[in-house]
Structures are given as structure tokens and as C-alpha cells.
């Protein structure tokens, strides 16, 4: 139940998911296209915010003699700090998110490169790639479905990149408060009249987007592609009722033992006071 919820704004942000309907088949991806991040602020003031994480290719990271091979880091806008809640542990996190050629990690990550020594302005190559650290973050909660060991800037990538027809990021959006969540997921389907019909009409592909609120991916996703393994809200429910109903049978059992202790100290109390009056009878 705690998934997610140590975001300040957790109550505000929303993962967008894209359900993709063909003429002989519909499913839904944990994804959004690569534009729609920038598009749906541009077209939408009631969006405050949004961030996309980007996943870096699986390479070799290399600090003097130490080289690893990383899955787990990401491209990331600008916004993503002021979206998420991550302890900063050391130095600036949002110039890495900002410029190009620096980088954010995680406190395991920088210890795996650097040790005990301070990781601030040291170098990782990758390739003929460099980053410079220029911040060190607590390592993403276990509670959450999503985690990364490194975070570098949107801003390395080309400034065109990908289309409507390019999926695989993972989208957030920072909503007002107080603002009707369904009622805005319906407002968005227009996107696809507007962007995209041109593209995926002559194909007969629909899509559409779900905005999920990220306290509820852990416990309500059934979605395979989630990148953490999930929960199931039926079995919390269910544990929960078996709880319940384990505290009830305890709570007879004790009323059950406290009324035999008390009915046998009422009969060893008529028994004593019974023997003092025959006791003094006899005398």
C-alpha cells in the first residue's frame, strides 16, 4: 500500500499508457510515443509538468580500471526532480538532467565505480561517450514500480527525435490539484484526431491513452510489461479478511476462556464460603 506514495506530489502525477486497437486486436502498452510528452503541454495548459525517462542502451561504463556493463540508466527531461520526490545525497542532480554529458547516480551505483572516494567531477566512459558525475541520489525505494541506478540528460539525445509511430517511453504527467483526472483523460483522446489520424487511419489503428495514477500501478496494473514486478489489490483484500477474521475467532476464544476462569473462581468462591459456614455450624 505504501507504493509510490513518498513523492511529494504523488496524489498529482499520472503515468500515460497507450491502448493500441487494430481491426483484429487490442492491447495496451505501459508506453507513450516520444512526442507526446511536449505535444500534450503545448496543446493542454492544465498539464503543470511532464517528464519522460528514456532508456539508455545496455553498454559497458568504464572508471579507470573499473567497467560494468548497465541496463538501468536513463535518459530523463529536465523536470524530473521537480516531478519526483529522490533524496540528494551529494552535489547538483539538475544540471545532470539539464545539460549534456553529465550524470546522476544512484549511491550503489556510485559506490561500484568509485567506492568511498567522493564521485563528484569524476568521468565515466562509455565508448567515445563521457559523463561527468555531478550528483549522487539515496537509491530509488524498493516500493516503487519504477527504478533506475542512473539518470543523464533528454538534452544528449538529438533535439528531433522519433514520431508518432515511435513508442517505448515511459511518460508522467504533473496534474493541478483538483483537477478531474478522468474527465482530462477523455479531453486527450483528441490528440489522435489531431496528430495522428493522418498516420494511423489508413491502417485502421486506433489509440488511446490511460492516465494512471502512480499510488495505483503496483496493486492495480496487470499489465506484463510493467518494469517491477506487481502486486494484487484482490489479495491484499483477501489477507485483510483473513486477518479480520482471525482477530475475531482470538477474541472469542479469549471471551469463551475468560468466562470458564471466571464461572470456575465463582464456584471455588461458593465452595470456600459454603466450608467457613459448616465450619462454624459445627462448632
Known sequence: ???????????????????????????????????????????????????????????AYKFEDKEYIEEDFFYADSTVFEIFTYKVLKGDVKSAVRDPNKIVLTETAANRYFGKSDPIGKILTEGSNTYEVTGVIEDVPSNSHFRFEALAARNNLPKELGSWGNFGVFTYLLLPEGLDAKAFETKIQEMYEAHMKSIFGPLKINIEYILEPIKKIHLYSTNAGEPEPTGSISYVYIFAIVAVFLLLIAAMNYMNLATARSTRRARDSTRRTCFRYSSTISR
Do not use: L
Open 1 to 59: 500500500m505504501s507504493y509510490d506514495r513518498y513523492h511529494e506530489k504523488a496524489d498529482r502525477i499520472f503515468r500515460v499508457s497507450s491502448t493500441i486497437t487494430e481491426t483484429d486486436d487490442q492491447f495496451t502498452w505501459i508506453v507513450a510515443q516520444i512526442p507526446f510528452g511536449p505535444q500534450v503541454a503545448r496543446d493542454y495548459p492544465e498539464v503543470e509538468s511532464f517528464t519522460r525517462f528514456i532508456n539508455m542502451p545496455r553498454a
